[in-house]
């Protein structure tokens, strides 16, 4: 199946660096410009006058996840998706996270040189107002990714599974990181294969359907009777004796 997703696995190495857009309000002076860690440096690291300091960052000390959840970011940036102030807010809060995590106990990835980092209490992300049924939360894959990629759908922790139309979806969320993804699903199972599946891998034939859309068709062997069939929404399979 070829995957769709926003969230990329590949692994940030060395630095990455944030800057600043141009056309934005000028920082405050006094208060200088703000980092992705949270220290504040001087104003003259802001040419953009943004509010964020013009420097770089090296998130390799962090948790696969959190590496993840920046490479993701970074791609939909890359995009046009998010501005860079959002995601230099995004990043922001990804740090306070995986600081937050080192105060309940040292992550096994980090380097011993970034552990004494100063930790920064963790602040939730104000969740989406939506009304979460499959078929906003298939229009937000599909349509609005960045929406997806700026905060959870919900302020509860979730693990939302489903097919919707030619995909299959996945949001979740566990009080800290939400992720989320679609894949089209598979249309070209054989008869073989299908019989296969049903004596050898039932589980591939539970977690997704066997087409895109509504079916409802039988096939046979020497000595069964296979029937398979969907509304759209909800799939079903069964055999029998002849």
Aim: charged share 25%.
């Amino acid at each position: 199946m070829k995957k769709v997703t926003v969230l990329s696995s590949l692994l940030i190495a060395g630095a990455l660096t944030f800057t600043g857009v141009q056309g934005t309000a000028q920082a405050d002076e006094e208060e200088g410009a703000k980092t992705v860690w949270g220290e504040v440096l001087p104003a003259d690291t802001d040419p953009d006058g943004d509010g964020w300091a013009n420097t770089g960052f090296d998130p390799t000390w962090m948790s696969q996840e959190g590496q993840n959840r920046i490479s993701g970011l970074a791609e939909s940036k890359d995009n046009g998706e998010i501005s860079q102030v959002e995601f230099n807010e995004a990043v922001a809060e990804i740090f306070q996270i995986e600081q937050a995590r080192q105060m309940d106990g040292p992550n096994e990835n980090a380097n011993a040189e970034n552990a004494s980092q100063e930790m920064v209490p963790h602040q939730k992300v104000d969740a989406m107002d939506i009304d979460v049924t499959k078929e906003n939360l298939a229009k937000l894959a599909l349509y609005s990714p960045a929406a997806l990629d700026a905060a959870p759908v919900q302020e509860e922790p979730y693990n939302y599974n489903f097919v919707y139309g030619d995909y299959g979806f996945h949001f979740s969320y566990d009080g800290d990181y939400w992720n989320w993804s679609y894949s089209e699903l598979m249309q070209d199972f054989t008869d073989d294969e299908l019989l296969y599946l049903v004596h050898n891998n039932p589980e591939v034939l539970n977690e997704n359907p066997v087409q895109a859309g509504k079916y409802n068709f039988k096939i046979s062997d020497d000595n069964y009777v296979y029937h398979f069939m969907s509304d759209g929404k909800k799939w079903e399979w069964s055999y029998e004796e002849k």
